[in-house]
Nanobody
Framework: QLQLAESGGGLTQPGGSLLLSCVASGFNYFHMGWFRQAPGKEREGISSISFNGDSTNYADSVKDRFTISRDNAKKTVYLQMNSLKPEDTAVYYC???????????????WGQGTQVTVSS
């Protein structure tokens, strides 16, 4: 059974950092993506990484602030989030995706999500 579990969310001040983790069980070596959904907004893809980690992509809203990475030996994908802004407040989800192009990224298996709140 394919399962994903996110962790690492929390409350931080503007300008702060958080590291999200997504641990997979039952599988490995899939393209992976991070999505987020803010209150009253649609879920959006923000970052992706190829199955072997060689390719990464970012939405313009997080480029140069967020970094996606993976450790296949640990079956874990990470999202390092720096210079956080109040508008980054959302529930963050990881997912298996078929395409790592941000505009075409669609989740096939989802985690339960982790809340990130950026507020002073």
């Amino acid at each position: 059974q394919l399962q994903l579990a996110e962790s690492g969310g929390g409350l931080t001040q503007p300008g702060g950092s958080l590291l999200l983790s997504c641990v997979a069980s039952g599988f490995n070596y899939f393209h992976m993506g991070w999505f987020r959904q803010a209150p009253g907004k649609e879920r959006e893809g923000i970052s992706s990484i190829s199955f072997n980690g060689d390719s990464t992509n970012y939405a313009d809203s997080v480029k140069d602030r967020f970094t996606i990475s993976r450790d296949n030996a640990k079956k874990t994908v990470y999202l390092q989030m720096n210079s956080l802004k109040p508008e980054d407040t959302a529930v963050y989800y990881c997912a298996i995706v078929d395409s790592i192009t941000i505009v075409n990224m669609r989740g096939r298996v989802w985690g339960q999500g982790t809340q990130v709140t950026v507020s002073s």
